[in-house]
């Protein structure tokens, strides 16, 4: 290659070097600008978002994060998100309060026949789903029978008992049951209204049972709620904004939009919260962040009693847990104090097998509480008493949350006070779900938390207690005990509040006298938030503890000019 | 042999190769732990919804009826239903890959921009200030764990000096681009939406650097090998001895040689990130495919699990073709043993 052409090359490659350094340098020039300077940009509008995919905070956006980002199918979802998703998108026929008892909402009157099978609703006139269709009784039809064939997220509680549902004239449903339920009203506050012409037209003709519209209802709302969906992305965030022409008005202060971020990352959410970008933590941090979050400025800790409760699952079927004394002993043996004290900060001692803040609990069971004294009397009783070393116990935690790691060998350190030895084993979730399948190859001990799902004991005591919930990871206790599903499904059945809550007292203290489980401890949500920004209900002692009535974001009171003032 | 010729001989090998691979992921998915149409549905859902599951998953289906199902429905855009987000895998692959192709190629820009300058400029001038500098550059980016970068990123460039946005792909106030792609930046480059563009690369600045600064501090090092293996070569000292200008050597007679290793890993490191931005894509909340192949992971999602798994097989085979193409382009000696063979 003889030297000119070299130079000549070598000056086309600057030529072409510079080119596109100018062209980089445009380029970021351009895009800084409209980022960079207020009002700019041909992308940047002021409305509420439309966007897709949008994740990044917005003044004047209530933004929180969660464990996942919603499904928002209300025959499926049924997680916290979800919950608290379809608490908002969508309308029941009856609302939940914070008293535990629940109010009208579409059902502005309702009858009960004289057995308790047949319930008949007056549904409220006027009310329009997001695409302004009216809502009418034939909605409500379609909604329950769709939640049922669907069989996924609440349906539990309605297909065992409902016969059939059917709407006479266009604002009245009458629902049929199989059996009495006593705590169906209660129940049908997760029975969400859907369109159905909407979801009808979104059929998938290609899916089993044509999807019943599920993947539209993914990312789409049908609903009738305060809020309706602006965007969602499964992998990160749900954008809701408020209703204009929501039946019950709009409150003057609620949030226009809210950003559900779908994220518990430690790092991720301290940031975001130090930054403002989102005003309320998820419960799923470590108390420590929850703890240094909440000692910012204007931030706060609060506290919020749950339906669920760590328990401490014990095989009632394997030796040396097939002995009452053993159990006993273990019950009495283990340190609450120092559990809630230093593993669970927030969390509340526990009652017995149903949590303290649910209708229907047994105030007369006592707190736990360690007693070593207690815990030595009763391993003597125990035919394992002096050979308890050839017994070791198995005890499984779940190594998806490492806490319960710490409360394993607390658990552990306290048996050996008793002489009981103790094979602490981390499993994953999947392995834990997959082995409490069969009786033989549970362990002795596994520590998982469980709740209700609508506003009663009886929740609690049919999915922890009964033989049906045996082999899932519910029970791990293998109780078999027929005379006690009798009393349980016996108490559902009641349709007397009062005589089914005693009915509901019995049974916990029979449970109780039984040591099935140790009642670690009343789970309370820890999180950070900024009260001066966000007036929250929950955190001002009126929490409605049903999974997801916590979010009802039209009761929140958002001041936007407040997050402003605190971060420019 | 031409190289198209050789491109399709080795997509046919990768075929061969990529069925291998599925019957693998295959088998192993479904020996996990758990029913994994109870745990979608959860424990209270009745059994004869469970069963329906089963029977539309076939579940109770021998594994290789399983897969003769799985491998038809392939080809007829039937990937099967994924129990975590609840519809076809497809739609699935189709919504969250392109947010990780865009974050795993503007890594690749930031790492082929920094690590083959650095490791030349290393190599050029071995054991000097320069040469050191790049090699504690390089040991700490290959110590630390991308996720702890992401994580410093995030916490001084985003949340201490608000220089860039802590998550997400873009703005809430900023209208994405009209889908083309998926590729935000280049949707909005073709639907000539500028703000959208540079609302984009912001939000891409931090995940990018931290996925890339793994591999930049590794290619570095290699290049720096390479660099100073060739400087000993006869073919440089000979252009010394003809007085060729020491920039003349470096750009054009010594990087080309010394790319090719370093291309090489170059092209499998950016194809590995498929699988390994699943911290990335948490941390930033980036809606991305590695995510999803973690969340699959996690719910023993079967449908889910097999597709990440092959999306990131054939992403592996793109790229060694793609690598074997370019290493022939820059070594004549490999184009004409591939000649000499056909």
């Known amino acids: ?568 | 042999m031409k190289s198209w010729t050789f491109a399709v001989k080795r997509l046919a090998y990768s075929g061969v190769s990529l069925l291998g691979l599925s019957i693998l992921i295959f088998v192993i998915a479904r020996v996990l732990p758990g029913d994994p149409a109870r745990l979608a549905l959860g424990p209270r859902a009745p059994q004869s919804v469970v069963e329906a599951l089963r029977l539309q998953l076939h579940l109770n289906d021998p594994v290789y009826t399983q897969y003769f199902y799985w491998l038809r429905g392939i080809f007829t855009g039937d990937w099967g239903i994924a129990l975590f987000t609840q519809r076809n895998v497809l739609i699935d692959v189709s919504d969250f890959l392109p947010a990780t192709i865009e974050l795993i190629l503007f890594a690749a820009i930031i790492d082929l921009v920094i690590a083959v300058p650095l490791g030349l400029a290393a190599g050029r001038r071995a054991n000097s200030i320069v040469d050191n500098g790049v090699r504690v550059l390089s040991y700490v980016g290959i110590a630390v764990p991308s996720f702890v970068v992401a994580i410093l990123l995030q916490l001084f460039l985003g949340y201490g000096t608000h220089l860039f946005p802590l998550i997400g792909r873009i703005s809430q106030n900023v209208v994405p681009p009209t889908q083309i792609t998926g590729l935000y930046t280049l949707d909005a480059l073709l639907t000539g939406n500028p703000g959208a563009f540079a609302d984009s690369v912001w939000h891409l600045i931090l995940p990018a650097f931290a996925l890339a600064l793994g591999p930049i501090a590794q290619e570095a090092r290699i290049m720096r090998s390479s660099v100073v293996e060739n400087l000993d070569k006869d073919f440089t000292l000979s252009e010394v001895s003809h007085g060729l200008p020491e920039r003349t050597i470096t750009f054009k007679y010594l990087m080309k040689p010394s790319l090719i290793p370093t291309i090489t890993i170059y092209a499998l490191d950016i194809s590995a990130q498929i699988a390994n931005a699943f911290l990335i894509e948490t941390i930033f909340i980036w809606p991305g495919f590695s995510k999803y192949g973690l969340n699959a992971m996690l719910s023993k999602d079967l449908n889910a699990i097999v597709a990440v798994v092959m999306v990131a097989g054939v992403m592996f085979v793109i790229a060694n073709i793609l690598v074997d193409l370019v290493v022939g382009y820059l070594d004549p000696r490999i184009r004409l043993q591939r000649r000499t063979e056909e």
């Open chain 1, 1 to 568: 290659m003889d030297v000119r052409r070299f130079q000549k090359r070598k000056a086309i490659g600057r030529s072409v070097i510079a080119t596109a350094v100018v062209v980089i340098l445009v380029v970021v020039g351009v895009g800084a600008y409209y980022v960079f300077v207020p009002g700019q940009g041909a992308g940047t509008q002021t409305t509420t978002p439309t966007s897709t995919q949008s994740t990044s905070g917005a003044a004047g956006t209530l933004s929180l994060t969660f464990a996942n980002v919603p499904n928002a199918d209300p025959a499926k979802g049924s997680d916290e998100a979800s919950s608290a998703a379809l608490a908002n998108l969508y309308d029941s026929l009856v609302f939940p309060t914070s008293s535990g008892t629940i109010q009208k909402d579409l059902a502005t009157s309702w009858t009960v026949s004289s057995d308790g099978l047949t319930y008949t609703f007056t549904i409220r006139s006027g009310v329009t789903f997001h695409n302004s269709d009216a809502l009418t009784a034939s909605d409500v039809v379609y909604s329950l029978n769709r939640f049922i064939s669907v069989g996924q997220g609440y349906s539990y509680l309605f297909s065992p008992y409902v016969s059939t549902v059917s709407a006479p004239n266009s604002n009245t449903v009458v629902i049929q049951l199989k059996k009495t339920f006593g705590p169906f009203l209660s129940a049908l506050v997760r029975l969400y209204v859907v369109d159905q012409k909407l979801v009808s037209s979104h059929y998938n003709s290609t899916a089993p049972n044509n999807d019943y519209g599920s993947t539209w209802l993914l990312t789409n709302d049908a609903g009738s709620g305060p809020y309706q969906m602006s965007s969602a992305n499964l992998e990160s965030n749900m954008v809701i904004k408020a209703y204009s022409n929501y039946w019950n008005g709009t409150q003057p202060y609620q949030p226009q939009t809210v950003n559900m971020i779908g994220s518990s990352d430690s790092s991720t959410v301290h940031a975001l919260f130090t930054s403002g970008q989102i005003q309320i933590t998820d419960q799923w941090q470590p108390y420590s962040n929850v703890l240094a979050l909440s000692q910012l400025k204007e931030a706060k800790l609060v506290t919020i009693p749950t339906v669920n409760e760590f328990y401490l699952m014990i095989d009632t079927t394997k030796a040396p847990t097939d002995d009452i004394y053993v159990r006993q002993a273990m019950s009495y043996a283990f340190n609450y104090s120092s559990v809630i004290n230093n593993i669970f900060p927030g969390s509340k001692p526990s009652a017995g097998p149903v949590p303290t803040a649910l209708p229907g609990h047994n105030p007369s069971i006592p707190a736990s509480s360690q007693n070593l004294a207690l815990a030595q009397q009763a391993i003597q009783k125990s035919k394992y008493y002096g050979k308890l070393t050839n017994y070791p116990v198995t005890y499984w935690w779940v190594t998806q949350v490492p806490s319960e790691q710490k409360m394993a060998l607390e658990f552990a350190s306290d048996m050996q006070k008793i002489g009981v030895t103790v094979n602490v084993v981390g499993q994953p979730w999947l392995t834990v779900v997959a082995n409490l399948a069969a009786e033989s190859t549970s362990p002795n001990v596994v520590s998982i938390t469980d709740g209700a799902s609508y506003f009663e004991a009886g929740s609690v005591l049919q999915s922890r207690y009964t033989t049906p919930s045996e082999g899932t990871w519910e029970q791990n206790e293998w109780l078999h005990n027929s005379t006690l599903d009798n009393m349980i499904f016996s108490a559902l059945s009641t349709l007397d509040q009062t005589q089914r809550f005693q009915q509901y007292n019995t049974i916990q203290q029979q449970i109780y006298n039984q040591y099935p489980t140790v009642y670690a401890f009343d789970v309370y949500e820890a999180r950070a938030y900024y009260p001066t920004v966000v007036n929250w209900y929950a955190a001002n002692g009126h929490p409605i503890v049903l999974l997801g009535y916590d979010f009802y974001f039209r009761d929140f009171q958002f001041y936007p000019s407040q997050l402003t003032a605190l971060f420019g």
